[in-house]
């Protein structure tokens, strides 16, 4: 227990370090987190459209979970990208996108059909049914999804460390240097820094969810299971 | 001279004496591989099954047993998901190191952390499993004169199977990628040689084997898993065909 208060003490002695480590870890969570939302939304949410691809959409999140994320970032080490920001941010992507694209591509294709002809019926063009129905009505699931890969992506981005990356797992890597009350305020850091993500993103989803949808699917669809897969 | 470059060049074995290959560091020699799978890679990759293994019997057996009770009262539902939901959010590298000045570098930290893992997604699709089962069959299980006991045992819990081993193989995968991390606390498993690479210099070869058993591995798992849950649960196959 002993290591825990030195740890505090660590935290307030060196709160510069910490502080500046822990914005290097956002800065590598935003890069892979967005470019991985901007890859993986408009396919599921197309493929969901259009109803097609669904094997494909569905079974890369299973995929995607049987990455090791470490693995992951050892094959891109052993590639032309080497040691640096990029190969963590490649990686960051590719454990990423999976949960994503699945959730969008499941939220779209099971909007109601009948909500859809309604929509159909009264004028809407393939674009308005799409952003005014579809979307509005899927978006807990979205979230979900969002909510899920950021998860994913935080609890990755201290492992950079290991690929030349910046953050607060570099003090985790150099238990030499900070020694292990280093270490466990790092630690610390970094679970503080998964509860504030993940409870920005449970706000996130619970907002975005339509007023009249509310209290229905939001309930059950948690983190961990974001699709269960039977 | 020549031992200056070698001193500026990345640290790799057998500098030096190994083959053309292992010097240039070029992207996989298949020759060392060979050459060190007894010692590298071959028990390394028993540790990583033994690790997982061990995770998955524990955690199966805790969340099937609150599982029950929060089938039968819904109050422990809560409860079980708000503790396992906070271990589940921590992430991996954080977790094994706050644990250590509690249980040390021994294998027992790694299992917690792993099995603390699997609790949420394992209790999660037990419990889903069990309350799809359709009312109407409950009532006529116990229609026919089953117990209680007997409707869980024969009706119920064969009919949550598929979602029960579909938490099953989430977990078994998120503990295969899990536990390459937890190299990093004890030195067993398919993470070790990783991260024996990575201080070397980034050996390729030994980070290409490495990553790749033990993404084959989450894949294996995954493909065994779904093969076992076809073979348990036939009606379900009959349905669909």
Known sequence: ?230 | MIALIAQAGPVIPDFGTGSSCVRNNDTFCWDWFKDNWDTAFGPRLVEHIELTLIAIGIGCAIAFACALLAYRFSRVELPFVSVSAFFYTIPSLALFQLLVPISGLTRLTVEIALVSYTLLILFRNMLIGLRGVPDDVREAARGMGLTRRQSLLRVELPLALPAILAGVQIATVTVISLATVAAFVVDEGLGSPIFDAINRGTFKTELIAAAVLAIGLGFIAYALIALLQRLLTPWARARNA
């Open chain 1, 1 to 230: 227990m002993n290591d825990f208060t030195n740890a505090f003490k660590f935290i307030g002695d060196n709160s510069q370090l910490l502080w500046d480590s822990a914005l290097q870890t956002l800065k590598l969570f935003a890069a892979g987190f967005s470019i991985a939302v901007v890859i993986a939304l408009p396919i599921g949410i197309v493929l969901g459209h259009l109803h097609k691809a669904g094997f494909l959409a569905i079974n890369v999140s299973n995929i995607g979970r049987a990455l090791p994320s470490l693995a992951v970032i050892a094959v891109l080490l052993a590639t032309p990208l080497g040691i640096g920001f990029w190969t963590v941010t490649v990686a960051l992507v590719i454990l990423a996108v999976p949960v994503i694209l699945t959730n969008a591509y499941v939220g779209i294709d099971e909007v109601d059909r009948e909500l859809v002809e309604a929509a159909r019926g009264m004028g809407m063009t393939a674009w308005q049914i799409l952003t005014r129905v579809e979307v509005p009505v899927a978006l807990p699931l979205i979230f979900a999804g969002l909510r899920t890969a950021a998860l994913y992506v935080m609890a990755t981005t201290p492992l950079a460390a290991f690929a030349g990356g910046e953050g607060l797992g570099n003090i985790i890597a150099n238990q030499a240097s900070y020694k292990i009350e280093g270490v466990i305020a790092a630690s610390l850091i970094i679970a503080a820094l998964a509860f504030l993500v993940d409870g920005i993103f449970a706000l996130l989803q619970r907002f975005a969810t339509p007023r009249a949808l509310r209290g229905r699917r939001g309930q059950d669809i948690a983190k961990g299971s974001a699709v269960v897969t039977t």
